[in-house]
């Protein structure tokens, strides 16, 4: 380091080419992985957590430029996240401070919680394709999801006249859907002919958490649905601001991905 200085001696191209080299070595080897997780909310995030930490290659593509979706800002832009007891038990394992609201509901913030599960995932060796948005599903023989075609997500605000940018394409032997209620890759398989969805329902907390957690799972072959597009797959009732069925579901999904990857 030169006398005087605070910083090394480094310039803008090994800015550049630190930056560029790492993402492209990273990229190319996530092309293919063993599982590819659609939306990066906390459904989407616990998945992919409890899935790397037993060593499963996990890549998480996020249309947006930040990851978490509402776990960040909680119900009506205030920031505080509920969970329904047994849920608190997940909080209290990502080290995020809670405290009783009343009888079984647990009160946390949320920007807290959201932080410590990203770094949970990251911890656990889980790699993200942020500002990339699904476009179509990859299928097989027998029509069976075996990875996911991907643009940058600034392709939608061009002009329509320069839109065509060829997206690419990502294979995997799983694909989890996380993606809320708009469920991305379910109904392009929908438009496809291949399933048919229900479309969520009005609120009702108390029978929707517990749904969602118990149609969390393959809905077509290669294809886990987690979280809110849970709701949209099957049609059941929304559940409004409130996230313990999220972690759950994620944790069941991953669960469902661990034993069909065997």
């Not at 090994?14 to 939306?39: K, N, P």
């Not at 410590?116 to 699904?134: E, P, Q, T």
Request: include cysteine; charge should be negative; glycine fraction near 14%.
């Amino acid at each position: 380091m030169e006398e005087g200085k605070l910083f090394s001696p480094v310039g803008e191209k090994e800015v550049t080419r630190a930056i560029v080299g790492e993402f492209a070595r990273q990229f190319m080897d996530y092309v293919e992985s063993d599982c590819l997780i659609i939306g990066g909310g906390p459904s989407g995030l616990m998945a992919g957590k409890e899935l790397a930490s037993k060593g499963v290659k996990t890549l998480i593509v996020e249309r947006n430029n930040y990851l978490g979706g509402g776990f960040w800002i909680g119900g009506y832009l205030m920031n505080k996240v509920t969970v329904r007891d047994p849920a608190q038990e997940v909080l209290g394992e990502l080290g995020v401070p809670y405290e009783r609201a009343n009888g079984g509901l647990y009160v946390a913030d949320g920007p807290h919680a959201c932080s410590k599960l990203i770094a949970a995932a990251c911890d656990a060796g889980v790699k993200f394709a942020n500002m990339s948005i699904f476009d179509d599903v990859v299928l097989r023989e027998g029509n069976r999801v075996s990875g996911a075609v991907i643009n940058w997500t600034p392709i939608n605000a061009l002009p329509r006249e320069i839109t065509c940018v060829d997206p690419i394409a990502l294979e995997s032997r799983f694909v989890i859907d996380s993606t809320g209620h708009d469920a991305c890759v379910v109904t392009k398989l929908e438009e496809r002919g291949i399933v048919k969805t229900a479309g969520f329902g009005a609120m009702w907390v108390e029978m929707s958490e517990d749904l969602v957690v118990e149609h969390t799972g393959e809905v077509h072959p290669g294809l886990v649905v987690t979280g809110m597009a849970v709701t949209t797959t099957y049609g059941l009732p929304r559940m409004g601001p409130t996230f313990g069925a999220m972690l759950l579901s994620g944790k069941k999904g991953a669960e469902v991905v661990m034993e069909k990857l065997g």
